[in-house]
């Protein structure tokens, strides 16, 4: 389909729907879990293993053919941990694997397809023993990682930083830099003194965040009707 068909009645009976679903499903999964979260089907993530917080204002999707999946792992010193902030986006397809820690500031933004992971899991020389080649990732506020990059153990990425699509991550990246490439080097920085306008600076004020919401949803379904809606699902045109 290229536009929304549903009338809006059934689209806010379906978005109370998917935040029921959110609530009494998904959230459960996370040791804490700020106000304010919103899901993209949720019922298509998976949050394995304990550990798991999740800050507010958050932003979470999934699709069919793209899970989103946080996992960690227990292990002889306890097990690994994953700290997500506010205003955070995980996008499509993001996986995030923790044997030790992945902490996320506020406002971090990760692309479809996206991987963070700490540990390389086997040894270079034994790959028996799982569990042992393992380094903190700590992801500052403002990082926006891109489509399908993947950052390893042990990486430390500054504020503002920007990681490009399909990039592989393997040493620190220094705040205000755009890096891309396998492995990623430095192709662009940024200059700290411009503003930067990030995630909170819509989703700080609720009431705000509700009031645009409410004018996407009637703009979106302006002129929808129930029985053009049936009509779509039954006899579909070209060009709806």
Known sequence: MRREHRPKQLKRFTEAATRF??????????????DGLRTVNPWLMAVNGGSIHLGRSALLAAMPDRRLMLTTVRNRNGGGQIRIGNFCL??????????????????CMLAANAYIGDSDWH??????????CTAPVVLGDNVW?????????G????ENAIVGAGSIVTKDV?????????????VKRLN?????LKRDYLLADAERADAIDQELLDYIT???SWANWLRTLIYPLRGD
Request: without cysteine; charged residues 15%; glycine residues 12%.
């Open 21 to 34: 679903y959110a609530h009494r499903f998904l959230e459960p999964h996370f040791d804490s879990v700020g």
């Open 174 to 186: 220094a705040a205000n830099t755009v890096v891309a490439g396998n492995p990623a080097k430095v």
């Open 123 to 132: 040894g270079l020389y034994n790959r028996l023993t799982a569990f042992r």
């Open 222 to 224: 302006a002129g929808n």
């Open 192 to 196: 700290p003194r411009r503003r930067f």
């Open 90 to 107: 995980l996008s499509p397809g993001v996986r995030i694997e923790s044997n030790q820690s992945v902490t996320i500031g506020d406002n």
């Open 145 to 153: 990682i891109g489509m399908g990059a993947v950052v390893t153990k």
């Open 155 to 158: 990486v430390n990425i500054g």
